[in-house]
C-alpha cells in the first residue's frame, strides 16, 4: 500500500519535472496575451481584437491559424476564421479557408506572433467568448486559453453623481472605441422641464487605452431649475449614433414659508399652511404655539393648521418646524385675534367717520358754491365800474374761472 503511494506520487512528481522543463526548455511554449482582455463593441460598427501570442519551436513551420467562437459550455469549435499559411513564403498567411470576409487578421506574417483581428459589423449574436488557434508540424496543434470576450454595448454609459442646489459636479458618459476607424464625437444636452434644450460639445474626450473607452466629462453647478431635467449623451461614431439619458435629481431646498392671514376674527377659522420647496421632501412640519406643540395637536394635519371658532387665547405666535436632511427649518406667525365687539366698534367708527366726511364736505362745497355766486356778483360790479380798464377785468376774469374749476 505504501509502496503504491510513493511509486504513484513519483511518477507525478517526473511528469511534473518532465513538464516544466520541456516547456521552458530554453524557448517559449504556448501563450496568448489579450490587450484588452475584453473587448467593448457596438453593434454595426467592427471591433479589433488585439493580441499576441508564442508557440513552441517544434511546431514551426505553422501551417494553419483559426479563429473559434466557444458555445456557452465553454468547447470553442466553430471556426470562424481559417487561414492557410504558405510553406513557400514562409510564414505568409495565404488562403482563407472560410468564406468570411467579416473577420480579417491584421498581420499576415505569422512569424511576427500578431494575432490581432478585426471583426465587421458586429452584431447582437456576437457576444461571445472566442478561441485561437495554431496548427504547426506534427501533434504541435493548441487552442489557446485564455479566450477573449466580446461584450455588446448599444448604449453609452452615464454616471451622474449625486447632485445638489449650487455645487459642482461632474457626469461622465463612456463610449465605447471598439474600432480604430470610428472615433466617437461626444455630445451632451440637458432638456429643462419647461422644454429647452441646451446643449454641450465636448472637444475634451479622453481615450482609456486600457478599457478602449472614450470618457466625456461634463461640469455642471446644477440648481434647482434643473431638477427633474433630463441629461443625454449622444455618442456618434460616423453615421452610426448610440445614446443614453436619465432624470436628473438635484437636491434643494428653499425658505420655509407659513401662509395664511396673520388676523382673524373672534368665532372665524384660523388657517395656516407651512410650506417648503424642496428634493427629497422635508419631514411633516411640527406646529408650536406659544412655545408648546401639545395645546394644538388636535388642529394639524400634514402641513395645515386649521382653528375653527378662534378666541381671543388663540393669538400668539405660531411657530412651524421641519426637517430636510438633518436640518431644521424653521419660520413664525404672529396672528392677531379681533374681539367681536371691537369689530363691532370699528365698523361703527368707520360709519361715523364716513357720515362726518359726507357733512363736512356737503358743507365745503356748499361754501364753495356761495363764495362763487358772491365773486360772480362782486364781478359785475367791477365790470360796471371799471367798464374803460380792459386790463384789469381780463386778470380778474382768468382767476375766477380758475378757481370755479377747482371746486367742482
Ligand atoms: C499587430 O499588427 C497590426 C498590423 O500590422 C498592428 O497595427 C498592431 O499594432 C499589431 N499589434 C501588436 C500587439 O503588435
Ligand atoms: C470636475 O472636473 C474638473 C476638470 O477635470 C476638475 O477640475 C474639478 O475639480 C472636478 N470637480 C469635481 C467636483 O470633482
Ligand atoms: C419631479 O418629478 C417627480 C416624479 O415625476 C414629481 O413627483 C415631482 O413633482 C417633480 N418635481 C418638480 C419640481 O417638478
Not at 458586429?122 to 478561441?131: G, P, R
Amino acid at each position: 500500500m505504501f509502496k503504491m503511494q510513493t511509486i504513484s506520487s513519483c511518477i507525478i512528481l517526473s511528469m511534473l519535472l518532465l513538464n516544466i522543463l520541456c516547456t521552458g526548455h530554453g524557448n517559449k511554449g504556448w501563450g496568448i496575451t489579450f490587450n484588452p482582455p475584453e473587448v467593448t463593441a457596438v453593434p454595426g460598427l467592427c471591433a479589433l481584437i488585439s493580441c499576441t501570442f508564442t508557440y513552441p519551436d517544434k511546431a514551426n513551420p505553422i501551417d494553419n491559424v483559426q479563429w473559434k467562437v466557444c458555445s456557452k459550455t465553454g468547447e470553442c469549435k466553430n471556426d470562424i476564421f481559417k487561414g492557410k499559411v504558405s510553406t513557400q513564403n514562409e510564414n505568409k498567411l495565404e488562403e482563407k479557408e472560410t468564406e468570411t470576409e467579416r473577420i480579417k487578421m491584421l498581420e499576415p506574417d505569422m512569424s511576427k506572433t500578431n494575432c490581432s483581428i478585426i471583426m465587421k459589423d458586429i452584431k447582437a449574436e456576437d457576444e461571445n467568448e472566442y478561441a485561437f488557434r495554431v496548427e504547426g508540424q506534427k501533434t504541435y496543434k493548441n487552442t489557446f486559453n485564455p479566450t477573449v470576450k466580446i461584450i455588446i454595448q448599444d448604449k453609452p454609459i452615464m454616471d451622474v453623481p449625486p447632485l445638489s442646489d449650487g455645487v459642482e459636479a461632474n457626469l461622465t458618459c463612456s463610449a465605447p472605441f471598439p474600432c480604430p476607424e470610428t472615433p466617437p464625437e461626444i455630445k451632451w444636452w440637458i432638456k429643462t422641464r419647461e422644454g429647452n434644450i441646451l446643449s454641450y460639445k465636448d472637444d475634451n474626450i479622453i481615450l482609456i487605452s486600457s478599457t478602449s473607452l472614450y470618457l466625456s466629462t461634463l461640469t455642471l453647478t446644477p440648481t434647482s431649475k434643473l431638477h427633474n431635467a433630463t441629461v443625454g449623451c449622444d455618442v456618434s461614431y460616423g453615421d452610426k449614433t448610440i445614446s443614453t439619458s436619465r432624470t436628473l435629481e438635484v437636491m434643494y431646498v428653499q425658505t420655509l414659508r407659513i401662509l395664511g392671514n396673520n388676523r382673524v376674527r373672534e368665532g372665524d377659522t384660523l388657517s395656516l399652511i407651512c410650506t417648503v420647496e424642496c428634493h427629497p421632501p422635508s419631514s411633516d412640519p411640527v406646529w408650536s404655539f406659544s412655545g408648546s406643540t401639545d395645546t394644538i395637536r388636535n388642529h394639524t394635519s400634514a402641513e395645515n393648521l386649521m382653528i375653527t371658532n378662534v378666541r381671543k387665547e388663540h393669538a400668539g405666535i405660531y411657530v412651524c418646524e421641519m426637517t430636510y436632511r438633518n436640518e431644521t427649518l424653521k419660520a413664525s406667525i404672529t396672528i392677531s385675534v379681533i374681539r367681536k365687539e371691537d369689530f363691532q366698534m370699528q365698523v361703527d367708527i368707520r360709519m361715523i367717520t364716513g357720515f362726518l366726511t359726507g357733512i363736512s364736505m356737503s358743507a365745503v362745497i356748499f361754501s364753495v358754491v356761495l363764495c362763487c355766486h358772491e365773486s360772480w356778483q362782486s364781478r359785475d360790479k367791477i365790470h360796471e365800474v371799471m367798464d374803460t380798464n380792459t386790463y384789469t377785468e381780463v386778470i380778474l376774469e382768468v382767476f375766477y374761472d380758475q378757481e370755479g374749476h377747482h371746486k367742482e
